[in-house]
């Protein structure tokens, strides 16, 4: 097999984040899920953002986040989403390149607009998160580069995407050409929402051998076993996915893989900001590490690093020098 030109491939939202603090009874006011992910139409997102205080605009998208931290890291990344063509699309588009990362999916004329994501932060560093998905669930399966995603060693999937029809035809599409070429299959189960409506996708992917690398956290491997007690419910899939990580929060981390079992604890912060990202730059720092040759544990200590980096600051990308945070692991 030729050596892959691209470490990680991903298929995700391009979605700009919108970010506002907020006081917790307006989370209460507006009927939000606090701390969940809610899908919202034009209405609501104008809705939303009228009740929004002074906000900041970061580009966002989940895999998106997660390829902004492993390019940071030093990893060659490349990114599959789609905009339309107004200005939300060229901020996406600009700061995902201006990040190292290749995007050459073509911007959609017309409407709807790019998606975008409300997030409000209470004080207790907690994001309620309300997506409009806009252009980005209009991914056709004709806009894939599937020779990129064959000379890529890992193909990364975001399980939000796989909510809308098109993306998901794109993204099977994605599957078969990835395992066509010998490469991995990574995904990241998202949200428990995803799973109430796609579980049984999910559960067959896993069943059929197409998944090599299954990120959730501990909700969401609950949702997906059935099972309550996270332990449970990584007995019943560590013999089915070759690597199986479950994030806990300020619980830490599992990692189970080649029979064993690998567990770290949480990096301590100082001050939890935003938990926005979290899990998208820990699913960095655990791939970095792993397209690199390192050890289980190695990688989930980078995946903790990279988490507490987030969340110490508003926003879903890294601000400080992963590279420097990455060298104190030896």
Not at 123 to 140: C, I, K, V
Request: charged share 20%; with cysteine; aromatic share 6%.
């Amino acid at each position: 097999m030729p050596q892959p030109s691209t470490q990680v491939i991903a298929i995700g939202n391009a979605i700009v984040d919108v970010m506002a603090p907020c006081a917790d009874a307006l989370i209460e006011q507006l009927g939000l899920v606090r701390g969940g992910m809610t899908l919202v139409d034009t209405g609501r997102a104008h809705e939303l953002y009228d009740a929004m205080g002074p906000a900041r605009e970061i580009s966002g998208g989940s895999a998106a986040n997660t390829l902004a931290g492993l390019a940071a890291l030093g990893s060659r990344c490349a990114f599959i989403g789609q905009v339309a063509d107004d200005q939300l699309g060229e901020v996406f588009a600009h700061d995902i390149r201006a990040g190292g990362i290749r995007f050459d999916t073509a911007a959609r004329a017309g409407d709807p607009p790019t998606a975008r994501c409300l997030i409000f932060v209470t004080p207790d560093g907690q994001r309620t998160m309300n997506t409009y998905l806009g252009a980005s669930q209009y991914l056709p399966p004709a806009a894939l580069d599937e020779a990129a995603i064959a000379d890529a060693e890992v193909l990364y999937l975001e399980g939000y995407l796989w909510d809308p029809e098109e993306p998901r035809a794109a993204m099977r599409r994605a599957i078969a050409a990835a395992r066509g070429a010998g490469r991995k299959v990574a995904f990241t189960l998202s949200d428990a929402f995803v799973i109430a409506r796609h579980g049984d996708d999910f559960r067959a992917m896993i069943a059929a051998g197409e998944i090599d690398i299954l990120f959730a956290n501990h909700i969401e491997l609950a949702a997906l076993t059935g099972l309550p007690d996270f332990r449970d419910g990584i007995d019943l899939l560590k013999a089915k996915v070759p690597v199986l990580v479950i994030t806990r929060g300020e619980h830490g981390a599992v990692a189970a893989t080649g029979g064993a079992l690998y567990q770290v604890s949480a990096e301590p912060v100082e001050r939890v900001v935003d938990t926005t990202g979290a899990g998208d730059l820990f699913a960095a720092g655990f791939l970095h590490g792993h397209v690199n040759g390192r050890s289980p544990e190695h990688c989930l200590r980078l995946g903790a690093i990279c988490a507490a980096e987030v969340i110490a600051h508003y926003g879903a990308r890294p601000e400080a020098d992963l590279r420097v945070l990455a060298d104190a692991l030896g």
